[in-house]
Structure formats: C-alpha cells, structure tokens
C-alpha cells in the first residue's frame, strides 16, 4: 500500500531561519508528489510539484528517488510561510474494487514561523 | 466562477439521521473527488468521478455513504444513519481529465464539516 509519512507535526522556526519539512514515501512504482498548504481561514492549495521543478514563494523540494523522500525547503523563512503543509503522493493504489487516482495525504506538518 | 464552492458549511446532526453534502467543481472540471478529513489527519481519498461516472470508491466509503454526479456537473454525498465516527471536514476537489500522463493538479473546495451528536 502506498504511504505518505510526514514526521513533524509541529516545526517551529525564527524568520530568516532555514525551514525543511520533511516527507517521506513508500509506492512501489512511480509516484507523482505535490506539496498542498492551508493557510489560515483558506482552502488547501496546491504549493508545488516534483515534476514542475520549481520554486514556489521561495520553496523547493527534491525528490529523492533512493531515499523515497520529497522533503521541502526554504533557505530563509518569513512570517507569511506559517501554515499546515502536506505532502501528498499520486498513483493508483488497489483498493477493494479496482484502482484509484485519488492522492493520498500525510498527516500534515504545522509550520510557525516566530517573529 | 470563483472555484470549488461546497454547501453546506457546517452540519450538525444527531446519530443516526441522514445528512447530504453537495459540491459544484470549477466549470470546465471534469473530474470530481470526494476526501475526508478528520482531527489532526490529512485528507483521505473516498471517491471520484469522470463526468458522472463513478470510477473509484475507497474501503472508507462504507454502504452507508453514497455519491452522485448525475449530470457530470456538481455532486451530492449523502450519508445515511449517521454515527459519531463520521464527524470530519468532508472535501470536494475538482480537475480537469489526466493527460500526457501529467496529473491534474486539483482544486480544493472550502469543505463541509460535520458533527454528528
């Protein structure tokens, strides 16, 4: 079964400070992975994916294929990144019934960026 | 269209009545996903459509929870005889059809958060 782990559910940082969420994988083929953020009082949005190799409001993630990891980074944080921060993990999973192209979720990493 | 709109908001209900939640996806979506959400847990995939064919249920989606989309446009999830465990945020998302193997970012509606007493 696929699986999405977020180890952190809670990571509190200094503005200017180096953030890294952390996120790991197990899939047995080739997964697409997204980093979704909820920012206060709004909905969840998308902040980026692997295959779009960019950097989104200053936020990069790699994925590590060996380490079946996608963690993501910001080598300086500001106010505005606090937010819940998932990492999510695309593939079809056999469910009871057949496959399924819904994403699965980690359990989220609840960032604070202190002042 | 200023994205994927749920209504209602919040519900609250007693064991064992039955609720229904409806979802209207971004215009041009074709694809609709139905998530659960509950305490300190990410969402959790429990069904979707293409047009209004349901194509996928998870194990979550026991008998009691139904979906429609009846006609490919917006979408109903109705549970019935409801019981405490089923108190979370229930999500919409919507997306256009997979293509070139790239897959479709989705959209997330605002949720319908549900207290069953």
């Known amino acids: 079964a696929q699986r999405v782990t977020q180890p952190e559910k809670l990571l509190s940082v200094f503005k200017g400070a180096p953030v890294e969420l952390k996120c790991n994988y197990s899939?047995?083929?080739?997964?697409?992975l997204f980093w979704y953020v909820q920012y206060s009082r709004q909905r969840l949005q998308l902040l980026l994916r692997h295959i779009s190799r960019e950097s989104i409001k200053g936020f990069t993630a790699d994925l590590n294929k060996g380490e079946t990891s996608f963690h993501l980074k910001k080598p300086f944080a500001q106010e505005e990144d606090s937010a819940m921060y998932y990492c999510a993990l695309s593939g079809r999973v056999a469910y009871s019934g057949g496959g399924a192209d819904g994403l699965t979720f980690g359990k989220g990493t609840h960032l604070i960026i202190q002042p | 269209d200023t994205g994927v709109s749920q209504d209602p908001r919040h519900k609250i209900t007693k064991r064992g009545q039955n609720v229904t939640f409806r979802c209207d996806p971004i215009s041009e979506h074709n694809r609709l996903y139905w998530y659960r959400q509950t305490l300190g847990q990410g969402p959790e995939f429990l069904t979707y459509f293409q047009n209004e064919a349901q194509l996928e249920k998870s194990r979550l989606l026991s008998d009691r929870f139904s979906a429609e989309r009846p006609k490919g446009s917006f979408s109903t999830l109705e549970i019935q005889r409801t019981e405490q465990g089923d108190s979370a945020m229930y999500l919409c998302?919507?997306?256009?059809?997979?293509?070139?193997?790239?897959?479709?970012?989705?959209?997330f509606g605002p949720g319908t958060r549900l207290t069953v007493l």
């Open positions: 899939y047995s083929g080739s997964p697409e």
């Open positions: 998302a919507s997306s256009l059809r997979a293509s070139g193997g790239v897959w479709p970012e989705q959209f």
